[in-house]
């Protein structure tokens, strides 16, 4: 089984949107994490995100506000394609987009940080006990 097609069994043919439901962002969380499992996908992430945000700032500081696109442009056009080539999954902002921005900035805070390996901890265990 490729990859791919163990990650499709994991979430559902449809991907997270499939109807992957979550009571609350605690329990989100774990999903969301495991979503990034490989760390080639959050330092991908890691690094559209803060690339994006350093050309807001500039366009916020410099007065040019259609710079200020490039924090979505930037972080979600290199974020989603890691998913897709990286991870083989499908992004979990699909199905959960205000839970997945938060949790894009507690991975990103958690990197920064150098708690990768406690990422790398939480989504194997997530994995490890669904399936996969």
């Known amino acids: 089984m490729t990859d791919r097609e163990s990650n499709q069994e994991r979430e559902g043919e449809a991907g997270p949107a499939s109807g992957r439901r979550f ?3 605690e329990e989100f969380w774990p999903y969301y994490v495991a979503m ?16 994006g945000l350093a050309v807001s700032a500039y366009g916020a500081l410099r007065g040019r506000p259609k710079l200020l696109l490039a924090l979505p442009l930037i972080g979600y056009g290199t974020a989603w394609p890691a998913h897709f080539l990286i991870e083989c999954n499908n ?24 708690r990768d390996a406690e990422l790398a901890e939480i ?9 996969s």
């Not at 760390?39 to 995100?49: E, S």
């Not at 989504?123 to 399936?131: I, Q, R």
């Open 123 to 131: 989504a194997e265990k997530w994995l490890a006990g669904h399936g």
């Open 91 to 114: 992004p979990a902002t699909f199905g959960h987009p205000a839970w997945s921005l938060r949790g894009d900035a507690q991975m990103i805070r958690m990197m920064l940080k150098g």
């Open 36 to 51: 990034h499992s490989k760390a080639a996908t959050r330092w991908v992430h890691l690094t559209g995100t803060l690339t």
């Open 23 to 25: 009571g609350s962002y």
